[in-house]
């Protein structure tokens, strides 16, 4: 499922990115081993004075930043300033997300920032959008929302878990159905058919919301803008 770079392009994507975060923000944590980087650097800013308070996106986000010291609250208490969040396929600022199972709450808090920073290898990029779309479903609503993503044109496959016979629970207790489209010619509209099928508690297409993108290559960092 997940496209593979090396350890050393996601944390020099992820430890760039992190540069632009200063004092006083609230900065939104995304999910997965590249936005694990970043959080992993915040901590070292936080312990050298940096001032910061943290907005989880995860169980494992969650985790990553207690044991970075980063401190956290929740979007009750707060706005993110800045994200930085993960992905696993981008088209220009298109992404799909949802590898770790996390695109709900991640969209939740990556939308509700000023300012949404992708951190990927390059791997991630590619010219269009064919990478399978995770759709995060309520359990009951599994069959006929997978019979719908079918009436789209999809190939829905239930996500299993990997070290336990069964489907992969989400940290908000639903299932996750892996939609393959093919080429996804056009984006905005898939991601508005499946927002409006009943049972669909998010998917994983974000249209519209990353600022910039972060490559970690070889040699250095990619910066783009919108
Ligand atoms: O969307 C995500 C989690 O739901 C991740 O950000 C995405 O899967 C990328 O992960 P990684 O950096 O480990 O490749």
Redesign the pocket.
């Known amino acids: 499922m ?4 090396t350890d050393q392009q ?1 944390r020099r994507a992820a430890e760039r990115a992190v540069t632009a975060v200063s004092s006083g923000m609230v900065v939104g944590l ?7 980087f970043a959080i992993d650097k915040l901590g070292e800013r936080v312990d050298d004075g940096l001032e910061i308070t943290g907005i989880a ?2 169980y494992q986000s969650r985790q990553r930043a207690r044991e970075a010291g980063i401190p956290l609250v929740t979007l009750e208490d707060a706005t993110p300033d800045i994200a930085i ?4 396929q981008i088209a220009g600022t298109t992404l799909i ?7 709900a709450r ?1 969209k939740v808090v990556d939308s509700a920032a000023d300012r949404l920073l992708i ?3 390059p791997t ?1 990029e590619t010219e269009t959008l064919d990478h399978p779309v ?1 759709v995060e479903v309520l359990p009951d609503a599994r069959p006929t929302v997978s019979r719908r993503l079918g009436d789209l044109g999809g190939e829905p496959t239930l996500r299993s878990a990997e070290r336990k016979d069964g489907p992969v629970v989400t940290d908000n207790g639903n299932l996750v159905v892996d939609c393959s489209f093919g080429e996804i010619e056009e984006p905005a509209a898939l991601a508005r058919q499946l927002s409006q099928l009943p049972g669909v508690v998010e998917h ?1 297409l974000f249209v519209g919301l990353a600022d910039e993108i972060y490559i970690g290559t070889a040699d250095g960092v990619v910066h783009r803008t919108e």
């Open positions: 997940k496209r593979g770079g996601k995304g999910t997965g081993s590249t936005a694990g996106t995860s969040d993960g992905a696993d997300k949802g590898g770790g199972a996390a695109h991640e951190v990927a290898d991630k995770p994983g």
